[in-house]
């Protein structure tokens, strides 16, 4: 009986086969002799959007830490450094840390009013920074490697 059904499958098969291809012959025919007129659609409707609810997962307790130790500044930026006599003449003649001597340089900058006005992160040098800095005009992000080039 197992035979018989199968029998009937495969000459199916073989006749849905051939009719494909005929399919396949006949569709670019009708692409080319048929015209469409373009169709008017209606304005769809849209239906209000409904609100999804999204539960959060419980939060897992995380495990206890250590409480923070407080950061210690690192010895290289707090080591007295003497100003070349250029930075000098804005900074002071003593030995200062780096980080006071970007300090110092930001309030002469702002005293002075040497900051661009359209955009801020630039610094119009006067005639003591255009000694520290080589150019006219230096943006902030310069403005510490410029300085190092004056500490010894």
């Known amino acids: 009986m197992a ?14 086969a051939p009719a494909k291809k005929v399919a396949a012959k006949k569709a670019p025919a009708k692409k080319v002799v048929a015209k469409k007129a373009p169709a008017k659609k209606a304005p769809a409707k849209k239906a209000p959007a409904k609100k999804v609810v999204v539960k ?14 407080k950061r210690t500044p690192n010895a290289a930026f707090m080591r007295a450094l003497t100003p070349s006599a ?3 003449a804005v900074v002071g003649a003593t030995p200062l840390a780096r980080t006071e001597v970007v300090s110092k340089m930001w309030t002469y900058i702002k005293k002075h009013g040497l900051q661009d006005k359209v955009n801020k992160r630039n ?14 005009q230096v943006t902030m992000f310069e403005l510490a490697s410029l300085i190092g080039k004056h500490l010894k």
């Not at 035979?3 to 849905?16: F, M």
């Not at 997962?57 to 250590?66: E, G, S």
């Not at 610094?123 to 006219?136: T, Y």
Request: charged letters at 40%; proline letters at 7%.
């Open 123 to 136: 610094i119009n040098a006067d005639d003591k920074l255009r000694a520290v800095f080589g150019k006219a």
């Open 86 to 88: 250029a930075l000098a």
């Open 3 to 16: 035979t018989a059904k199968k029998a009937p499958a495969k000459k199916a098969a073989k006749k849905a």
């Open 56 to 69: 959060k997962a419980p939060a897992k307790k995380a495990a206890k830490k250590a409480p923070a130790k």
